[in-house]
C-alpha cells in the first residue's frame, strides 16, 4: 500500500531564506508523486508532479522538488523564502487506481 | 481558465439530518473524487466515481455515503444521517481522461452540531 511520510509538521524559514520540506513515500508500483499547497481557508493547489519523467520537477511560484528513487524520497525546495509562501503543504503519492494518499502536511511559517 | 466549484462554501446541520454536497467538476473530465479533511488532520481519500459508478472507496466511506451524477455537469455527495464526526472540510476534485492531475474545488466546510 502507498503512504507518504512528511518529516516536521511546522518549518520556520527567514524570508530569502532555503526553504526544505521533507517528504518520503512508500508504494510498491512506480509512484507519481505531488506537492499541493493549501493558504488559509482555501483549497488544494497544486505547485508540482512526478510521473516517471525527468526526476527534478520545477513547479510553480519557483518550488521544485527531486525524485530520489533510492532514498524514497521526494523533497521539496526553492531557494529564496517569500512571505507569501507561508502556507500549509501537502505531499501526496497516487498509484494506479488514481486516488491520492496524502501526508499529514506541513505548516510553513516564513518570518520578516 | 477552468476550475471546480462546491456549493454551499459552509454547511450547517443538526446531527442525524441529511446533507448533500454539490461539486461541479471541469466539463470535460470523468473521473471524480470526494476527499475530507477533518481540522487540523490530513487530507483523507472518500470515494473515487466513472463511467457513472464508484471505482473506489475508502473504509471512511460507509453505508451512510452515497454520491451521485444526477446530470451532466454536477457531481454530488450525500450524507444520509450526519454525525459530529463528519464535520470537517469536504473537497471535490476531478481529472481528465489519460491525465494524472486532479483539480480541487474550494471545499465545503461541514459543521455538524
Known amino acids: 500500500a502507498q503512504s507518504v511520510t512528511q518529516l516536521g509538521s511546522h518549518v520556520s524559514v527567514s524570508e530569502g531564506a532555503l526553504v526544505l520540506l521533507r517528504c518520503n513515500y512508500s508504494?510498491?508500483?512506480?509512484?507519481?508523486l505531488f506537492w499541493y499547497v493549501q493558504y488559509p481557508n482555501q483549497g488544494l493547489q497544486l505547485l508540482l508532479k512526478?510521473?516517471?519523467?525527468?526526476?527534478l520537477v520545477k513547479g510553480i511560484n519557483g518550488f521544485e522538488a527531486e525524485f530520489k528513487k533510492s532514498e524514497t524520497s521526494f523533497h521539496l525546495t526553492k531557494p529564496s523564502a517569500h512571505m507569501s509562501d507561508a502556507a500549509e503543504y501537502f505531499c501526496?503519492?497516487?498509484?494506479?487506481?488514481?486516488?491520492?494518499?496524502f501526508g499529514t502536511g506541513t505548516r510553513l511559517q516564513v518570518f520578516p | 481558465e477552468p476550475e471546480v466549484t462546491q456549493t454551499p462554501s459552509h454547511q450547517v446541520t443538526q446531527m442525524g439530518q441529511e446533507v448533500i454536497l454539490r461539486c461541479v467538476p471541469i466539463?470535460?473530465?470523468?473521473?471524480f473524487y470526494w476527499y475530507r479533511q477533518i481540522l487540523g488532520q490530513k487530507v483523507e481519500f472518500l470515494v473515487s466515481?466513472?463511467?457513472?459508478?464508484?471505482?473506489?472507496k475508502s473504509e471512511i466511506f460507509d453505508d451512510q455515503f452515497s454520491v451521485e451524477r444526477p446530470d451532466g455537469s454536477n457531481f454530488t455527495l450525500k450524507i444520509r444521517s450526519t454525525k459530529l464526526e463528519d464535520s470537517a472540510m469536504y473537497f471535490c476534485?476531478?481529472?481528465?481522461?489519460?491525465?494524472?492531475?486532479?483539480?480541487f474545488g474550494p471545499g465545503t466546510r461541514l459543521t455538524v452540531l
Open positions: 476534485a476531478s481529472e481528465a481522461s489519460g491525465g494524472n492531475e486532479q483539480f
Open positions: 466539463s470535460n473530465h470523468l473521473y
Open positions: 508504494s510498491s508500483v512506480p509512484p507519481y
Open positions: 512526478y510521473t516517471s519523467a525527468a526526476t
Open positions: 501526496a503519492v497516487s498509484d494506479n487506481t488514481d486516488k491520492l494518499i
Open positions: 466515481f466513472y463511467n457513472n459508478e464508484i471505482s473506489e
